[in-house]
């Protein structure tokens, strides 16, 4: 059976000063959770506010549950939008920043308290109710945006980077408690992020954009271990991203000529085509040289030029046939960490490799370039 | 005070955070003001009866009642149709924007004679507006209603100025938010950032008001009479000199700062929300 699409952005352009949306496309599933992702600047934000209505596209259609809202003012949208400061009004409390939407299309008096006191117990922020926006934390700020745009039952709710303003604790917790209502009461969310962490935590789907365009939509764990773009890849935490050329297949396997080094590859590739091979910085490990390799994996001769310590281990940057970022576990590293100058053997397993074709559209920007 | 005590008190004066080095230069300006205030106050506080006099006057109070009532007038008009310019230019980006913003600061760099002649010729019986008013029976010259539009054409600027930087402080994601919550653009207007922008507008409005009454070149060019308080003060300059004058001077000098005083003290906490318990 086909899902049923409560948002649908069909081939949507826009310019906002010298910055254009270009033919976006993509659908966000009817009680699903949906996160938006792509660097600074890729037009994140604008979309969302596209979709909300703030601006008129100059081509392309927006439709909510089937009807064609392309046209419509965002009053008459029906979808509700959280910014990441929250922008609650601050000459209204907060029981009156909740009520806005009921006051706004007329609902009575009594049955506007009655309904805003039940959203703020919901959201345990009834002690709150007769404060000013400038006297809360940053949590219940959210917790307040939250109730005020779920106050008017939206069809779905659009949410900025709602807890990139929040530190580490409270953003777990409010992450938490989103995805529970969102769950519980079958919401169809859209929401920008930076972090794959929320992407995992959160989404059904992601959407990757970049310069306006989309690049890539799926499930996180797809998208995020098969980036089809060197912006997904960046994005998906592929640290190493370097050109190369298919050569000799054997066992199923590629080898593919990166500068005067050989890497192997999951797979059979056309000789000849070039690639982006991407590899974790975490996919590879460090043994002493002379450690005999196996055939799935790739062993290369490295020199360390520097050694970090960070919380998780050791990040190291080292050089061979071509520089390369490796990230080792505490509980692998040894206690004294790598010294530059050292010697090192670097092994990737043929899996942990991903390619990805390069073409004329996908070699502009990014560290690759 | 034990002396490590004293050095240690001097040192923390002396850490390179004393504003002495802006505020020597700066009260010079406020040295001039205090000083302009007491050649008009000192000799008339020597005066009483003179004061009692001109307060007495009613050509004196009638004058100040003209003054003040039209500067009202003028702001409550300036209120009515500055307030939608100054929203529209703060929340446009169109290219013409700067040739909108120019011609509303055009009073502000004219010679108010000049800023006279053009409400002469605009407001006089035979003016592009003048006429067309006078018909239904609005006259402008020698009038009340020539003052209030004197008045409104040299006020510009400042009203819309100050009110147009309230609303530029307005973030726009308010208004957005306001809108997916079902309010119209006009009804986002009213209950989001008309009220956040208060004090901008009352600030603008009492700008307005001081710039307003004290006009003098471009009101005694349409209307002479009925006097204008600043009229009447030249009048009485140029025709029984120096006491005269500075008695009614005195008069609107106390009036205002009282005025201004108990205007700041009112609005202290208008539209300021954020630090509230």
Known sequence: MLESMMIAVE?????????SLSRVSFVVPEDSYTVLMGPSGAGKTLLLETIAGFYPVSEGTVTIADKDITLQPPEKRGIGFVYQDYSLFPHLTVVENVSFSLKMTGIPSDERTEKVHALLDQFGILTLAGRYPGTLSGGEKQRVALARALAMNPVALLLDEPFAALDPDTRSSCMEEVKFIQKEQGLTVLQVSHTREEAYLLADQVVIIDRGMILQTGPPSEVFSRPAHPTVASLAGFENVLEGTAGAVEKGKTHLVIGKGIITADHAFPEGNRYLVCIRATDITLTQPGIPRNDSETSLDMLVISCTTID??????IDGPFPLTVMIP????RSTGYHPGEQVTARIASEDVHLIPLSRKNTGGGPWS | MIPAESSMRKRRHDTGNSLIAFWVPGMTLVGVVVLALLVITLPVLGDPERLAA??????VLHAFLVTFLAGFCAVGILALFGTPLAYAL???NAPWKGVV????DIPLVLPHTVAGLMVYLLFMSRGPIGAPLGEIGLTFEDAFPGIVVAMVFVSIPYYVNATREGFTRVPVQLENVARTLGASRIRAFWAVTLPLTTRHILYGGLLAWGRAIGEF?????????P???SALIYYRFTSGGIAESQAIAFLLILLCLVLFYVFRVLTRHAGVYDDRG
């Open chain 1, 11 to 19: 081939n949507v352009s826009l310019t906002r000063g010298n910055f």
């Open chain 2, 227 to 229: 006097l204008v308080i």
């Open chain 2, 54 to 59: 001109a307060a007495a006057d009613p050509v």
């Open chain 1, 330 to 333: 505490r509980r692998q590293s």
């Open chain 2, 217 to 225: 070149a471009a009101v005694i060019m349409i209307a002479y009479f």
């Open chain 2, 101 to 104: 913003e120019t011609l509303v």
């Open chain 1, 312 to 317: 998780q281990g050791f990040l190291l940057q």
């Open chain 2, 90 to 92: 703060s929340r446009t």
